[in-house]
């Protein structure tokens, strides 16, 4: 065997020298007997039987990484031996075989031959040292060992260079899949847009869904909710707690306060008074009508808000002229005030308002005490500053109403008998029920009230037709007209409205319980007056002339009339106080004409479109109750107008 090795060797070197691989003749292919016996060999030999548990053979080392003989220990004795030129070997890579291993039969070491017919495989040196002192030990082929992980990875000198920065670069980060999560539209909501939705829910509705949560009760009781605070609606469904704590928490937000009927305020006012007035600061409208408050509540929200603008006190028990008096001090911008029907009030608190608010345009003190103060009603006149002035049910006679219209003392023209003043701002007067008024106190008031559009003088018992004979004529602006339950007054009267310059923009008429007006003098207001709108006629003498002139009117209003002379309009602005103007510019009567054209081609177009009948409007208003003339003839001509299609 030595000498085998050195001749191996130096085929070895030989071949190093050439630079050449050692050929060896390919092994004759077996068949029948001898090509089983060969596969027999060849799965003795595997190395997947050291896995299923088969000892090792005695001729193997145990020690040490697994190797085996490269030469075959089958015995030429062997029943099953191949023979020398026919002997099977491992078909491996070229130039290489691993000779198979003994089967069962093999004999022992001890009778070890050397097959010639056998392939060699070149042993170097460094492979031999390792081998040991057994020279007929060869190590495993390195293509059969086992190896571990760590040794399949290239080294640094068998990695390409494309490749050679690998490990240099970062690692790619794997980002788990994220499970798609639940989304809370309402909790992710800009606090914004949650309060513009819930401005779209009346009162009542934004109260009852406070009990949803915790975060809609913080959300229904947001002050920017409750800028206009008006329990008209909910008064009565409101419990007083609840109130108070809408009231403390919108407090800084609320500019208008309506409080009208809330009696279950009652006890809370005593506990809870300051505190919801120091919470509310910023009030600019301010209504306690109805209500039952002491009057440390009123001065408590009066000194606190410094710039209201209108204050209703309508039948509060409690409001005096001490109250007069911190009104007059603490809010200086007041334009509206009504203090009707408070028992404790006189003009002496209203005084002090008319000296210190400039700005005062309606005043409401119905039934109140000490309209006959001449030194009051001189300063009224001086201020010039009133526009709507309510005093019915007052103490007000003659000398009232010549002291307010023209004055102490008047410069008096020679030629006509009017008194030389300034013309008065009044746009609307209510005297109803001041019994001490006649005929001579409404005469003051001629030529000095031409802005005049509403007049209440009903059940003035002492007025006759010679009161309106001059005021119709001053007042061209006047629509509005309460004559209800003056006995003394006849068709005359009506005869003159109906000639008077108001006829164009007249559309209320109240001439209820006159019992001497019929006929003659309504026919002439209802053909002369084309803008009115409400006609009432209870108890009276009309009949149903009247109810088929009216429908007749109706039919005419219906049929456009672009030849028809300018008008008055009244133009009503969000100031309470209306302004009243007159169009007379050709170029303006086109403009409107011209605008009504385009809307009303707008609306024909929405009813094309919709297929929908527009609904009815109410042209003309007529109330006939107890009237002893009208008849079925004129209902029935009511009726079929209002059957015909418009």
């Known amino acids: 065997m030595p000498e085998v090795l050195n001749e191996a060797s130096d085929l070895s070197s030989l071949a190093e020298t050439r630079g050449e691989a050692l050929r060896f003749e ?19 030999s595997s190395p997947s039987l050291a896995r299923m548990g088969r000892a090792p053979s005695s001729s193997y080392r145990t020690g040490g990484k697994a190797s085996m003989s490269c030469v075959s220990l089958a ?32 004999p022992g070491p001890e009778s070890q031959t050397f097959d010639f017919g056998s392939r060699i495989r070149i042993i170097s040196q460094s492979s031999a040292t390792q081998a040991g002192a057994n020279p007929l030990i060869a190590p495993l082929p390195v293509e059969a060992r086992s190896i571990s992980k760590e040794a399949q990875l290239p080294t640094a000198s068998e990695v390409p260079d494309s490749y050679a920065d690998y490990s240099s670069k970062p690692l790619l980060e794997v980002v788990p899949e994220r499970k798609p999560r639940a989304i809370d539209f309402w909790g992710e909501m800009p606090n914004e847009i949650k309060v513009h939705i819930f401005r779209f829910l009346r009162p009542r509705e934004i109260i009852c869904c406070s009990a949803v949560s915790r975060s809609w009760h913080e959300m229904c009781f947001d002050g920017q909710l409750w800028a206009e605070l008006d329990t008209q609606d909910y008064y009565r469904d409101i419990p007083s707690m609840s109130l108070v704590r809408l009231m403390t928490a919108a407090g800084p937000f609320v500019r208008d306060l309506n409080l009208r009927g809330c009696h279950q305020l009652g006890d809370r006012w005593a506990t809870h008074g300051q505190a919801m007035a120091e919470a509310c600061r910023n009030l600019q409208s301010f209504s306690l009508e109805d209500c039952r ?138 005297l109803s029920r001041c019994t001490r008024i006649t005929d001579k106190g409404i005469k003051y008031m001629s030529q000095n009230v031409p802005l005049l559009a509403g007049l209440q003088v009903s059940q003035l018992v002492n007025l006759t037709d010679g009161a309106f004979k001059q005021l119709f004529e001053d007042t ?53 007056c084309p803008e009115l709108r409400t006609v009432q006629m209870d108890n009276t003498r009309v009949s149903d ?25 009244i133009v ?19 403009q409107q004409q011209q605008q009504q054209q385009h809307q009303q081609q707008q609306q024909q177009q929405q009813q094309q479109q919709h297929q929908q009948p527009p609904p009815p409007k109410i042209a003309l208003h007529l109330e006939v109750y107890d009237c002893q003339n009208i008849t079925w003839t004129g209902i029935r001509e009511i009726m079929s107008r209002n059957a015909e299609p418009s």
């Open 75 to 106: 015995s030429n004795y062997s029943a099953y031996g191949p023979s020398h030129h026919h002997h099977t070997s491992s078909q491996t890579s070229v130039g290489f075989s691993t000779a198979p291993t003994s089967i069962v039969t093999t």
């Open 293 to 430: 408050i002491d009057l440390s509540s009123v001065h408590y929200f009066l000194l606190q808000n410094t710039r209201l603008v209108h204050i209703n006190f309508c039948r509060v028990p409690a409001i005096n002229n001490s109250a007069m008096r911190v009104i007059a001090r603490g809010c200086p911008l007041l334009e509206s005030l009504n203090v009707s029907w408070c028992p404790h009030l006189d003009t002496q608190g209203l005084h002090k308002i008319i000296e210190s608010c400039s700005n005062l345009k309606e005043l409401r003190a119905s039934e109140t005490r000490g309209w006959d103060d001449k030194k009051f009603l001189s300063d009224i006149f001086k201020r010039n500053m009133l526009q709507r002035l309510f005093i019915d049910r007052s103490d007000a006679d003659d000398e009232s109403l010549q002291v307010l219209f023209q004055g102490c003392d008047p410069e008096i023209d020679p030629l006509t008998g009017q008194a030389i003043v300034p013309t008065r701002k009044f746009r609307h007067l209510n």
């Open 26 to 44: 390919e092994p004759v292919k077996l068949k029948g007997r001898k090509r089983f016996i060969q596969s027999l060999q060849r799965i003795s």
């Open 572 to 590: 009503t602005p969000q100031d309470p106080m209306a302004t009243l103007t007159t169009s007379s510019s050709p170029q303006q009567q086109q």
């Open 476 to 528: 061209p602006l006047l629509t509005h007209l309460d004559l209800e339950q003056i006995d003394d007054i006849t068709n005359s009267t009506l005869q003159k409205l109906a000639q008077s310059p108001c006829t164009p923009v007249l559309q209320h008429l109240n001439i209820s319980y006159c019992e001497n007006l019929g006929d003659t003098g309504m026919l002439p207001i209802i053909k002369n």
């Open 545 to 569: 002339l009247v109810l088929a002139e009216a429908a007749a009117q109706v039919r005419l209003r219906d049929q456009p009339s672009p030849n028809r002379p300018p008008i008055p309009t």
